[in-house]
């Protein structure tokens, strides 16, 4: 059958897909939630844990084993625009049918969720799952008064998350202001220009860097008033099924900072 992805391409899939590859960790952990037949994963897709201890490895998301994946025989690779390499999603799409995600905010992610769910036939699963997630954000709510806010995801040299980022939205919708929206994708800085752009929250997310308690106090030589806290970064920032389960983290966290005099 012929589907478009959502980067606007045609792929003709089989209906449904019985040998399927995932390159992409939070929709590995999404097509376990919708009941596929998965061959190969990478090895970041840690979710769930009996896959990864399980199934056939092809490598890391900018890494592929191309010559790995072709020999199992992929009857369709996900794979998502910003995770993976063009150039080996391109090569890959020359001998296997390749949907590709494009995910900038939250509706991207519930179509995504019901895309996947058509082409795996699941589409009561999917949609349950969407249901699931878009009642989750609907019923969060933000602090009442926006912090100004960063979120680190690299350190050496120090990354955070800019606006136009899956990270950024998520941020928005706990009212935490992303003091560097205005910065594009995941720009470089210096601790110097964070104590300068008037942050009062600085989130130091789990990955891809793992930061650890020992960070905290990097960060509070340049801003001592501020809270920085440890924070999941994959509630954050995987966009499959996990996103189930984000709005009562996002939620709990917001209570822990209301308990803050600061907020």
């Given at each position: ?213 020992k960070h905290i106090a990097e960060i509070q030589e340049y801003l001592p008033d501020a809270e920085v806290l440890l924070v999941d970064g994959e509630m954050f920032s995987w966009y499959g099924s996990r996103l189930m389960y ?18």
């Amino acid at each position: 059958m012929l589907y478009h992805d959502q980067l606007g391409r045609a792929v003709e899939i089989p209906a449904p897909p019985q040998r399927i590859i995932s390159v992409v960790p939070s929709q590995t952990e999404l097509l376990y939630h919708l009941g596929a037949t998965v061959q190969g994963i990478t090895k970041f897709c840690v979710h769930p844990a009996a896959w990864f201890r399980s199934i056939t490895r092809v490598g890391g998301t900018k890494q592929l084993d191309l010559e790995r994946i072709a020999a199992l025989q992929p009857d369709l690779v996900i794979a998502n625009r910003e995770e993976n390499e063009k150039e080996q999603i391109e090569a890959l799409a020359t001998s296997f049918p390749v949907w590709v995600s494009d995910i900038h905010g939250l509706d991207d992610a519930c179509r995504m969720v019901t895309s996947l769910g058509d082409i795996l036939q699941r589409q009561a699963a999917a949609q349950d799952i969407r249901r699931q997630i878009e009642n989750g954000f609907r019923e969060l709510q933000p602090l009442a008064a926006p912090v100004p806010a960063a979120y680190f995801i690299w350190r050496n040299p120090w990354m955070v998350a800019g606006g136009d980022t899956f990270i950024n939205e998520m941020m928005d919708r706990c009212g935490f202001r992303n003091v560097f929206a205005d910065l594009p994708r995941y720009p470089t800085l210096g601790l110097a220009q964070l104590a300068a752009s008037g942050c009062r929250l600085v989130l130091l997310s789990s990955e891809p860097y793992p930061f650890r308690e020992k960070h905290i106090a990097e960060i509070q030589e340049y801003l001592p008033d501020a809270e920085v806290l440890l924070v999941d970064g994959e509630m954050f920032s995987w966009y499959g099924s996990r996103l189930m389960y984000a709005p009562g983290y996002f939620g709990e966290l917001i209570a822990g900072l209301y308990s803050k005099s600061i907020y």
